[in-house]
């Protein structure tokens, strides 16, 4: 059973926060980053009406007590050299920061948060945050070419890096942030990027906020240079961004050699075919979407680059061996390449009833579902890109052939081994024909309650979840009659316990092509109630259950 989903607006916005208990300069020390980056995710969902208006860092927030109704807490942050900088862009890097901030003050160290599009500033003296903060609010601060917001920060000071630059700290790990990953992020691609400027020992890829990886070099002197060369850098032109921070382990475990993890000390640990990662090369340059791009420089950035600081010192130009195209038997084997692709290519969708929203409804009962693109060539067709080659063989099992909007669906493997965001137009019901759900928390194979998930063919019996509390069988009616899908039969709802905040059960319908149109359009719908500030993402799967 899932939870209630969260929505956004934590009702944080604004220039300025409620002011927090007292801490001491330890703590403060300690919890700057972590303190920040959970506070700031929701004070930038909330902040876009607020921040047109330009008033909120004049202003100090008004609050309402949680015990004490029509009590409001005038409190104001105090200043602090340290300032909280929001709405950036995802390329910014803290050289940009940099040159748009100097002018205030001299600027001492700089912390960006991935993914979250904002940093904290820290300035040698508290005056020079004020003149950031009050001209920020009389005035547009451009940073990057785009407005940015500012507030005080909590904490007096950033806390740095135990090893910031210094040999002696004995750190040779290095975690890497990718951001804006249009193409996949693989071992390979990494190592092929940082091996020429430090030998690196092992790799390790996770997706827990976006896509981030640890890389472990021979020594530290590697891995401040790899640092250095490599920090704001594209692996991909205008794409796959590094922002790269050490990293707190020392040491890397690795346990198998495959896209996501692998330990050059131990060959023994291969588990496929080496080869079969190396199939882009990753240089600074356009993507070898159709074959490997030209022999190119990578790193360092050149000196006019806005990636660069101006004192940093320009380095030898590191060279990447051209990949060439790899020549496939004719004869390809069960394990050839078109079986062991993670896209999906489905065919025969409704011209005008069907979407990106709509195909990642169907194809997430499967595996969780990183991009969905429509073919603009070919009408009616749309690649799905999953996160494995087993949830693609999983989709073509259960869905291939059947109906939805009284068209019969083909999906099958896909000769792509990616899903590229070219020709990106209008579809017929005004959406864009292409989406990518990396980041989307409706996907059920990555969480904590992966392994309930039952994989379960098309069915008449849809099994749902997550509803309020208070929704009724003819709530559900009126929702099936308003976005014109067929209606249930039979409804049942189970005993929920007095714990639990969600409610769930079963429908039937006359039949599977019924059910099947139902959970495309319904699922993942957000349903909101008067006495909930937060919508309910209603869920639905197919269920075990025949009939009721």
Same mark, same amino acid.
């Given at each position: 059973?899932?939870?209630?989903?969260?929505?956004?607006?934590?009702?944080?916005?604004?220039?300025?926060?409620?002011?927090?208990?007292?801490?001491?300069?330890?703590?403060?020390?300690?919890?700057?980053?972590?303190?920040?980056?959970?506070?700031? /995710?929701?004070?930038?969902?909330?902040?876009?009406?607020?921040?047109?208006?330009?008033?909120?860092?004049?202003?100090?927030?008004?609050?309402?007590?949680?015990?004490?109704?029509?009590?409001?807490?005038?409190?104001?942050?105090?200043?602090?050299?340290?300032?909280?900088?929001?709405?950036?862009?995802?390329?910014?890097? /803290?050289? &940009?920061?940099?040159?748009?901030?100097?002018?205030?003050?001299?600027?001492?160290?700089?912390?960006?948060?991935?993914?979250?599009? !904002?940093?904290?500033?820290? %300035?040698?003296?508290?005056?020079?945050?004020?003149?950031?903060?009050?001209?920020?609010?009389? /005035?547009? #601060?451009?940073?990057? &070419?785009?407005?940015?917001?500012?507030?005080?920060?909590?904490?007096?000071?950033?806390?740095?890096?135990?090893?910031? &630059?210094?040999?002696?700290?004995?750190?040779? #790990?290095?975690?890497?942030?990718? !951001?804006?990953?249009?193409?996949?992020?693989?071992?390979?691609?990494?190592?092929?990027?940082?091996?020429?400027?430090?030998?690196?020992?092992?790799?390790?890829?996770?997706?827990?906020?976006?896509?981030?990886?640890?890389?472990?070099?021979?020594?530290? /002197?590697?891995?401040?240079?790899?640092?250095?060369?490599?920090?704001?850098?594209?692996?991909?032109?205008?794409?796959?961004?590094?922002? *790269?921070?050490?990293?707190?382990?020392?040491?890397?475990? #690795?346990?198998?050699?495959?896209?996501?993890?692998?330990?050059?000390?131990?060959?023994?640990?291969?588990?496929?075919?080496?080869?079969?990662?190396?199939?882009?090369?990753?240089?600074?340059?356009?993507?070898?979407?159709?074959?490997?791009?030209?022999?190119?420089?990578?790193?360092?950035?050149?000196?006019?680059?806005?990636?660069?600081?101006?004192?940093?010192?320009?380095?030898?130009?590191?060279?990447?061996?051209?990949?060439?195209?790899?020549?496939?038997?004719?004869?390809?084997?069960?394990?050839?390449?078109?079986?062991?692709?993670?896209?999906?290519?489905?065919?025969? +969708?409704?011209?005008?009833?069907?979407?990106?929203?709509?195909?990642?409804?169907?194809?997430?009962?499967?595996?969780?579902?990183?991009?969905?693109?429509?073919?603009?060539?070919?009408?009616?067709?749309?690649?799905?890109?999953?996160?494995?080659?087993?949830?693609?063989?999983?989709?073509?099992?259960?869905?291939?052939?059947?109906?939805?909007?009284?068209?019969?669906?083909?999906?099958?493997?896909?000769?792509?081994?990616?899903? *590229?965001?070219?020709? #990106? %137009?209008? +579809?017929?019901?005004?959406?864009?024909?292409?989406? @990518?759900?990396?980041?989307?928390?409706?996907?059920?194979?990555?969480?904590?309650?992966?392994?309930?998930?039952?994989?379960?063919?098309?069915?008449?019996?849809?099994?749902?979840?997550?509803?309020?509390?208070?929704?009724?069988?003819?709530?559900?009616?009126?929702?099936?009659?308003?976005?014109?899908?067929?209606? %249930?039969?039979?409804?049942?709802?189970?005993?929920?316990?007095?714990?639990?905040?969600?409610?769930?059960?079963?429908?039937?319908? @006359?039949?599977?092509?019924?059910?099947?149109?139902?959970?495309?359009?319904?699922?993942?719908? !957000?349903?909101?109630?008067?006495?909930?500030?937060?919508? %309910?993402?209603?869920? +639905?799967?197919?269920?075990?259950?025949?009939?009721?």
């Amino acid at each position: 059973m899932e939870e209630k989903e969260e929505g956004g607006g934590g009702g944080g916005g604004g220039y300025h926060r409620t002011a927090k208990r007292p801490r001491t300069e330890k703590e403060k020390e300690k919890e700057a980053g972590v303190r920040e980056l959970e506070e700031g /995710e929701e004070e930038e969902e909330d902040s876009a009406g607020e921040d047109a208006g330009g008033s909120g860092a004049t202003k100090s927030r008004s609050r309402k007590n949680g015990g004490k109704n029509g009590v409001e807490d005038t409190h104001r942050i105090p200043p602090s050299p340290v300032v909280h900088v929001r709405g950036l862009c995802d390329a910014v890097v /803290e050289a &940009d920061l940099v040159e748009a901030l100097e002018k205030f003050g001299n600027i001492c160290y700089v912390m960006m948060m991935p993914f979250k599009r !904002q940093a904290l500033v820290e %300035f040698d003296s508290v005056e020079s945050a004020e003149r950031c903060v009050t001209c920020g609010a009389h /005035e547009v #601060v451009y940073i990057a &070419d785009q407005q940015a917001f500012f507030n005080f920060s909590t904490s007096q000071r950033i806390t740095r890096p135990t090893n910031a &630059d210094d040999p002696t700290s004995r750190n040779k #790990v290095l975690l890497l942030s990718i !951001q804006n990953p249009l193409y996949p992020i693989t071992t390979d691609v990494l190592y092929t990027v940082c091996n020429p400027v430090g030998n690196v020992l092992r790799i390790v890829i996770f997706k827990r906020n976006g896509i981030q990886a640890m890389v472990e070099f021979e020594s530290v /002197e590697d891995a401040q240079k790899a640092k250095l060369a490599l920090n704001g850098a594209d692996i991909y032109s205008g794409c796959c961004t590094l922002k *790269i921070e050490y990293a707190r382990p020392n040491r890397l475990n #690795v346990v198998r050699n495959d896209n996501t993890s692998w330990d050059y000390t131990k060959p023994f640990l291969l588990h496929r075919d080496r080869g079969k990662g190396r199939q882009r090369q990753a240089i600074l340059g356009e993507h070898p979407s159709n074959g490997y791009g030209p022999h190119c420089p990578l790193l360092p950035l050149p000196a006019n680059s806005r990636y660069r600081r101006s004192h940093e010192p320009s380095q030898e130009m590191i060279s990447y061996p051209p990949l060439l195209p790899k020549a496939f038997s004719s004869t390809p084997s069960s394990s050839s390449i078109l079986g062991s692709s993670s896209v999906a290519m489905v065919s025969g +969708l409704h011209p005008t009833k069907m979407n990106c929203n709509r195909i990642f409804n169907l194809f997430c009962l499967y595996g969780n579902v990183e991009k969905v693109k429509f073919m603009k060539s070919v009408p009616g067709t749309a690649l799905v890109e999953m996160g494995d080659e087993y949830a693609v063989d999983r989709a073509v099992t259960h869905l291939n052939s059947i109906k939805v909007f009284g068209k019969k669906l083909n999906v099958c493997v896909s000769k792509q081994q990616a899903v *590229i965001p070219s020709q #990106v %137009f209008e +579809l017929a019901d005004g959406s864009c024909s292409y989406q @990518d759900f990396s980041l989307t928390r409706n996907n059920r194979f990555s969480s904590t309650h992966s392994n309930r998930n039952i994989i379960q063919p098309p069915a008449a019996v849809l099994h749902f979840y997550n509803a309020p509390p208070t929704l009724s069988q003819h709530q559900l009616l009126k929702l099936c009659s308003e976005h014109s899908v067929p209606p %249930f039969t039979k409804f049942k709802v189970f005993d929920a316990k007095p714990s639990l905040k969600t409610l769930s059960g079963l429908l039937e319908f @006359d039949s599977k092509t019924e059910a099947v149109e139902a959970l495309t359009v319904l699922n993942h719908y !957000q349903i909101r109630i008067p006495s909930s500030s937060n919508p %309910f993402t209603l869920k +639905l799967c197919f269920s075990t259950s025949s009939h009721l």
